[in-house]
């Protein structure tokens, strides 16, 4: 079966590092997008990962070991506004997207 | 450019009503999507379609149906609604298959 595990919710603090991970499993993978959503709002893309290692784009990171079926996404120097959901995605075997159910995240100051 | 763009904004219907949700985009793109989001659930993906002409199932197509007669317009209908479809639904379309896709501002529909 196809199954991506994200944790429900996670707290940090405005200006902190935060790491959410995502686990999955699926039937065949042709890569791993992350998304941020805010609520009320539509998913914005955030980052493509393809290849095990860390890419890099400003304070956001994300990463891939495709051997561990795991993906994580960094968050540096946390602000306000980065209070959201942020959805891990896979692409299958079928390139069609298995969507986690989300990491909402709240910042406080 | 606007982008992609869905209409209703949200819409109120009653069980057995039919109701077409409409989505549109500039960007040229092949392929576009239907999802629904429900709480604690991850984005479903209902209808899809690769290009202009052809449509194809996804993982939870029951009680929808899609038409795509053009690039742009890709509209998803309901036959006879009822209150399980109470959902969000977001449009979106990608340059291919394999491409980053792009989300329309979504519909939230409410069945009663």
């Known amino acids: 079966g196809q199954n991506i595990d994200q944790p429900t919710e996670m707290t940090a603090t405005e200006g902190a590092i935060v790491q959410i991970n995502c686990t999955y499993q699926?039937?065949?993978?042709?890569?791993l997008f992350w998304y941020q959503q805010h609520a009320g709002e539509a998913p914005t893309f955030l980052s493509y990962n393809v290849l095990d290692g860390l890419e890099e784009k400003g304070r956001f990171s994300s990463f891939l070991s495709r051997s561990k079926g795991y993906s994580y996404l960094l968050l540096k120097e946390l602000q306000m506004k980065d209070s959201a959901s942020y959805l891990c995605a896979t692409v299958d075997s079928n390139y069609q997207l298995i969507w986690g159910a989300g990491t909402k995240l709240i910042i406080k100051p | 450019t606007a982008g992609i763009t869905q209409a209703p904004t949200s819409q109120i219907l009653a069980a057995g009503r039919s109701m077409t949700l409409r989505c549109t985009q500039d960007m040229r793109h092949n392929a576009m999507y239907w999802y629904r989001q429900d709480l604690g659930l991850g984005l479903r993906l209902i209808h899809y379609s690769n290009t202009a002409g052809t449509t194809g199932k996804g993982e939870v197509p029951d009680g929808y149906s899609v038409s795509r007669a053009n690039t742009d317009d890709f509209p998803l209908t309901l036959a006879s609604a009822v209150p399980s479809q109470t959902s969000v639904y977001f449009c979106?379309?990608?340059?291919?298959?394999?491409?980053?896709?792009?989300f329309g501002p979504g519909t939230r529909l409410t069945v009663l």
């Open positions: 979106a379309s990608s340059g291919t298959a394999t491409d980053t896709q792009y």
């Open positions: 699926t039937s065949g993978f042709n890569g």
